[in-house]
């Protein structure tokens, strides 16, 4: 009876300190999962959760396309795709892209972009250029406006535009201060820019049509 009575007790204090070493446990994985969530917190607090292509649009305010057509031409490629297939993007290819945004808001071309960033082309020296690419557009525009604003100085030219020839607007230029380069370089950026307008103006002169091909021509 001694012996049954031992065994019960013995079987109880197991008892007892498994359940005891279960609650431990249960204490241990509530506190490392309560850690693991405090860890994602923070991380997504800080901002060093990789982005989806549409919610890295949205920071700088670009289309999604535009994303897009960066990573096909290795601009700006994801770091990872997520189980689903999503492109993520870590924080070195968010700042990446702001410095491409800011490029591009200084009017530099794609590809300069790329070769600022994955080559060792100094960013002076192609901002430097894209100065130099401005002023010779704003030259332009310069003197479109001074064409322009001539011509419109009298209404009775600008009513007998479709009936002047050839030699009026010639000497018209001339007056202007416009050298035969001077014209060449207006024909070139007239047919560059709006080609089927200037074609109606070369006709309009009353050229005919192998002339019309002959200016058209020299000025592609």
Not at 114 to 125: C, G, I, N, R
Request: hydrophobic share 40%; net charge positive.
């Amino acid at each position: 009876m001694a012996g049954k009575h031992e065994r019960v007790v013995r079987e109880g204090g197991r008892v007892a300190r498994e359940s005891d070493g279960a609650r431990r446990s249960g204490k241990g994985a509530g506190r490392s999962a309560v850690a693991q969530r405090a860890r994602l917190a923070s991380s997504s607090a800080s901002g060093t959760d990789p982005l989806t292509i549409s919610r890295l649009a949205r920071r700088f305010g670009l289309a999604r396309s535009t994303l897009l057509y960066y990573d096909r031409i290795g601009l700006l490629r994801p770091n990872r795709h997520s189980p689903a297939g999503y492109r993520l993007y870590d924080p070195q290819a968010v700042e990446r892209l702001k410095r491409i945004v800011e490029l591009r808001s200084a009017g530099m071309a794609l590809t300069t972009v790329k070769l600022v960033l994955e080559t060792s082309t100094p960013l002076a020296d192609a901002l430097e250029q894209q100065v130099a690419l401005l002023n010779r557009q704003l030259s332009q525009l310069r003197e479109q406006q001074r064409v322009v604003l001539t011509l419109l100085q009298s209404r009775s030219a600008a009513r007998r535009a479709r009936t002047m020839t050839k030699d009026s607007w010639t000497r018209m230029f001339r007056s202007i201060g416009l050298s035969d380069a001077d014209m060449r370089q207006w024909h070139a950026h007239f047919e560059r820019t709006m080609p089927e307008a200037h074609r109606d103006f070369l006709e309009a002169l009353g050229l005919d049509a192998p002339e019309v091909r002959r200016i058209r021509g020299w000025s592609k």
